[in-house]
């Protein structure tokens, strides 16, 4: 059973900045896609990043140009460094492993952006 856990969620003010990172367990993590996700209150969840297996990303058009995915496979964790944040980013936010024969998602971790 794979698990994720997410950290690095917190208050922000806007224009501020935040990491999150997500940890993965099991013994193989580089060849998986993985991606991050997020819930605002009251809205479906939305796709945010995705990093390949091969270190290719893909951007929603809302954070484009603000928000950085990353990966390091022998830490066996992605990361989302977000810049500029604005308070529509306020969510929280998912990691999800992508397996092809199954997706796995982490509980998730709220970032607040407020003044």
């Known amino acids: 059973q794979v698990q994720l856990v997410e950290s690095g969620g917190g208050l922000v003010q806007p224009g501020g900045s935040l990491r999150l990172s997500c940890a993965a367990s099991g013994s193989i993590f580089s060849i998986y896609h993985m991606g991050w996700y997020r819930q605002a209150p009251g809205k479906q969840r939305e796709w945010v990043a995705t990093i390949t297996s091969t270190a290719s990303t893909n951007y929603a058009d809302s954070v484009k140009g603000r928000f950085t995915i990353s990966r390091d496979n022998a830490k066996k964790s992605v990361y989302l460094q977000m810049n500029s944040l604005k308070p529509e980013d306020t969510a929280v936010y998912y990691c999800?492993?992508?397996?092809?024969?199954?997706?796995?998602w982490g509980k998730g971790t709220l970032v607040t952006v407020s003044s």
């Open positions: 999800n492993q992508d397996r092809g024969a199954g997706t796995y």
